[in-house]
T-cell receptor, first 110, second 112 residues
């Protein structure tokens, strides 16, 4: 079977750093994705990890450890516009579909 | 810019009605997907298609069917809507695997 877990909610202050953890269990693995979704909008792609290690893209970084079934999304220099839901998803081997976690709602306070 | 367009942003239907949700993508993508999104449950895959006239069941296909007569269009059909199908429905497309999904704006369906 497949399972994916991430915290429900996180709150942080503008300018701070927040780390969103994601753990998954799957019989096959072909990549780990992070999406951002603002309220009432469609999810938009943030990052993709297929190999172990850290991928950095501006203020956002994503880390993967395949042996531990673990990923995190790091948001630095938080801005008010970063208030959104962050979705962790993985692709199992030999298929095209993504399995999503329930999402982590991040609230940035002034 | 890539674009996935869903025909209706908001729909209100009655129990037992037949409901069609249309999705069109202009990126020549092979793969198309229908998810539903509910609070606390995240996105759950209903059906997907990796080619014209092909379809595969996702995790929660019961009560739904799909149609893909043309590469750019993927329709979700609720044969007899029920109140537990009240949800946000998201269409997505992608090219090849694994790769990012491009999502439509969503269709919020309320079944009374």
């Amino acid at each position: 079977g497949q399972n994916i877990d991430q915290p429900t909610e996180m709150t942080a202050t503008e300018g701070a750093i927040v780390q969103i953890n994601c753990t998954y269990q799957t019989s096959g693995f072909n990549g780990l994705f992070w999406y951002q979704q603002h309220a009432g909008e469609a999810p938009t792609f943030l990052s993709y990890n297929v190999l172990d290690g850290l991928e950095e893209k501006g203020r956002f970084s994503s880390f993967l450890s395949r042996s531990k079934g673990y990923s995190y999304l790091l948001l630095k220099e938080l801005q008010m516009k970063d208030s959104a839901s962050y979705l962790c998803a993985f692709s199992g081997s030999n298929d095209y579909k993504l399995s999503f976690g329930a999402g982590t709602t991040v609230t940035v306070r002034a | 810019d890539v674009k996935v367009t869903q025909s209706s942003r908001y729909l209100v239907k009655r129990t037992g009605e037949k409901v069609f949700l249309e999705c069109v993508q202009d990126m020549d993508h092979e793969n198309m997907f229908w998810y539903r999104q509910d609070p606390g449950l995240g996105l759950r895959l209903i059906y997907f298609s990796y080619d014209v006239k092909m379809k595969e069941k996702g995790d929660i296909p019961e009560g739904y069917s799909v149609s893909r007569e043309k590469k750019e269009r993927f329709s979700l059909i609720l044969e007899s809507a029920s109140t537990n199908q009240t949800s946000m429905y998201l269409c997505a497309s992608s090219t090849g695997a694994p790769t990012e999904l491009f999502f439509g704006e969503g269709s919020r369906l309320t079944v009374l």
